[in-house]
């Protein structure tokens, strides 16, 4: 059996990694686009679980965590700068926001799989992980994300520091103790890839895995030439629809206007859970509402008016008068004679 439940967290790993790639593509929010990257990078470290390499599934988690959070701390620089999130209200921004425009394509190249930077290592694992494990299908599906990812990132660079367009307003960018951490992490987001080559990748492969003698998946040569070119195809794709604009992206969404459309309303999930929620779970709510009130309350309810009856109806013989006390004792005295009698 779990071999087999292996098998299903990679293929809902390596689904989720490009359902959320999709969805990346086409945000203008450039907080959105990294919010559903996240939620793709994650899928891939699920994959990784699921095809039995977590050394390469930490190893991204871990390098994710470097680009990323200097992704979404650059993002923040030019939300800050511009006053908007809408990538469409942007554009050459690199002149006007040198310091922000490299370090978030350091990021994006992370991000993207380009060699030397830390997400390539940790990509290149998880893909040869998969592929030595013989799911073919999650491996596609990865393959598939690698060029989604280096397309939807570049899009990001090219429509936000690039492009024909320019930002409103006065940006500039951040100061020194913003730019700081920036700088930091945008030299582990190079250096991150130690941790998964050379003198350090055994111990670090061993230290996740238990065995001194773990070993991240090794990838073959032409698996790694897969993984770059279509990092490499996917930045140069946006690099030909949002720059050069050769091809330009009303064309792209005329050729492919229905599947946007589904793209861009989430693939109809909203809906789905909106009907999960409000058929059976607010259903379901009032059912077991109706249950605890009326049942449960019920029974308790029931049981202290009971009980107040009772106690109101003993209460009429309390007068408070020590003749009517004095006939209650008689009586009793006279009721336990009588039984006295009649058990001799």
């Not at 425009?101 to 040869?128: D, H, N, Q, R, Y």
């Not at 998946?217 to 794709?237: C, F, K, M, Q």
């Amino acid at each position: 059996a779990a071999p087999a439940v292996l098998v299903v967290i990679a293929w809902v790993g390596a689904f989720t990694a490009l359902l959320a790639a999709t969805q990346a593509l086409v945000q203008r929010d450039i907080k959105r686009v990294l919010a559903y990257s996240t939620v793709s990078q994650l899928g891939y470290m699920m994959a990784a679980a699921g095809a039995g390499a977590p050394t390469a599934g930490f190893l991204h988690l871990l390098t994710h965590g470097f680009f990323k959070a200097l992704l979404f701390l650059a993002a923040g620089a030019v939300i800050h700068a511009v006053h908007t999130n809408d990538m469409g209200e942007m554009g050459r921004l690199a002149r006007a926001m040198p310091t922000t425009t490299i370090v978030f394509v350091v990021g994006a190249l992370a991000l993207a799989g380009v060699p030397p930077f830390a997400g390539f290592v940790s990509k290149e694992a998880i893909l040869a992980g998969v592929w030595h494990a013989g799911l073919t299908g999650p491996f596609l599906m990865l393959a598939v994300t690698v060029l989604l990812t280096a397309f939807y990132m570049f899009r990001v660079i090219f429509l936000t520091f690039g492009g024909r367009r320019g930002a409103g307003g006065h940006p500039h960018d951040p100061p020194a103790v913003m730019a700081g951490p920036l700088w930091v992490l945008a030299v582990l987001s190079v250096g991150g890839s130690v941790l998964g080559t050379g003198w350090l990748g055994l111990p670090f492969a061993g230290f996740v895995s238990g065995d001194r003698d773990g070993a991240l998946p090794h990838a073959a040569e032409w698996l790694t030439s897969l993984s770059v070119g279509l990092a490499v195809l996917g930045i140069a794709g946006a690099w030909a629809v949002y720059q050069r604009q050769w091809v330009t992206s009303t064309a792209l969404r005329q050729a492919f206007g229905r599947l946007v459309a589904v793209v861009e309303v989430g693939y109809g999930l909203d809906l789905v859970y909106a009907a999960l929620y409000h058929g059976a779970l607010l259903r379901g709510a009032r059912v077991v509402g109706w249950i605890d009130r009326y049942l449960v309350d019920g029974v308790v309810n029931l049981a202290s008016a009971w009980t107040l009856r009772a106690g109101a109806s003993l209460r009429t013989l309390q007068t408070g008068r020590a003749q009517d006390y004095l006939y209650g004792v008689t009586a009793g005295f006279v009721l336990l004679l009588i039984l006295w009698w009649a058990g001799t």
